[in-house]
């Protein structure tokens, strides 16, 4: 995206006299707070590509641990079971190992605490855990997408004065003398404008993607409070094993009362 701004900014027509124009030449004439203003700007979106790409993996991840769980977490004969089953760094095997470590703990509490609210409260403390991680970096790119367009801006404000200046001192104050170093200092507000708008959609996204993963973390970590609490009597329905159920529900359905049959037909009971 940079290499495109930076080739198409520093064209010039061939042939064409006079001063050049574009990103480049006004890089090489801003001085250093120009070179200071951009250099942030391309950290800031070098940041913004690293938090994009970085919670995108760790989403992806816990994404597969969460269809991992509905597939054979809970086919296990028991919540220890099932853990041992799942990667050693799943957020979902951190939920089950603290909800089985605060059955352990609760039968240790001197003061009396009702079960279900120390596990609630263990559970919702892991869970937090999860998603503090999840959301880190996020609000750097709040602050890129937020003030990149300040920076870019600053940059043109200091190159409108310095055009200013320069066209002050040469006594030429015609419009084709002007236009072109305004011109020129705006390009660092469109700079600051690219920087910010990915920082912006990636910040959305990333946070939608979140919010997903949280809901599906917390229905995970009530089925947990549930099985526990019930000694494993209390456990969600396997989707897969759902449907022979309704079968064999059905085709053991009682005939209606006053018919028969015989040979497959049915006839009226006398």
């Known amino acids: 995206m940079f290499t495109t701004i930076v080739t198409a900014a520093a064209a010039a027509p061939a042939g064409a006299a006079g001063p050049q124009y574009g990103l480049i030449p006004a890089l090489i004439e801003g001085g250093p707070v120009t070179w200071i203003t951009f250099g942030v700007l391309v950290i800031m979106f070098a940041g913004t590509l690293y938090v994009l790409f970085t919670k995108l993996f760790e989403q992806n991840k816990i994404l597969k641990q969460g269809r991992s769980v509905q597939q054979s977490f809970w086919r296990a004969p028991s ?78 404000v200091v190159g409108i004065l310095r055009a200013l200046v320069k066209i002050g001192a040469s006594g030429q104050a015609s419009i084709d003398t002007v236009a072109g170093p305004v011109g020129e200092a705006l390009i660092m507000t469109a700079v600051g404008l690219i920087v910010a708008v990915p920082a912006v959609l990636a910040y959305n996204w990333l946070q939608a993607r979140n919010k997903k993963i949280a809901r599906d973390l917390s229905t995970f970590a009530n089925d947990i409070q549930g099985s526990i609490m019930s000694n494993g009597q209390v456990r969600p329905v396997a989707a897969s094993a759902a449907a022979p159920a309704r079968s064999t529900t059905a085709a053991a359905a009682p005939k209606p009362v006053g018919q028969a049959t015989t040979g497959g037909v049915p006839t009226k009971k006398v």
Do not use: C, I
């Open 79 to 156: 919540l220890k079971d099932g853990s041992s089953k799942l990667e050693k760094d799943s957020a979902y095997r951190q939920v089950v190992d603290d909800g089985l470590r605060a059955e352990q703990e609760h039968t240790k509490l001197t003061d009396p605490v009702e079960a279900h609210d120390w596990m609630h409260n263990s559970l919702e403390r892991s869970q937090n855990l999860v998603n503090s991680k999840l959301n880190g970096g996020l609000s750097f790119l709040a602050t890129v997408g937020s003030t990149a367009p300040f920076v870019g801006l600053f940059g043109t």
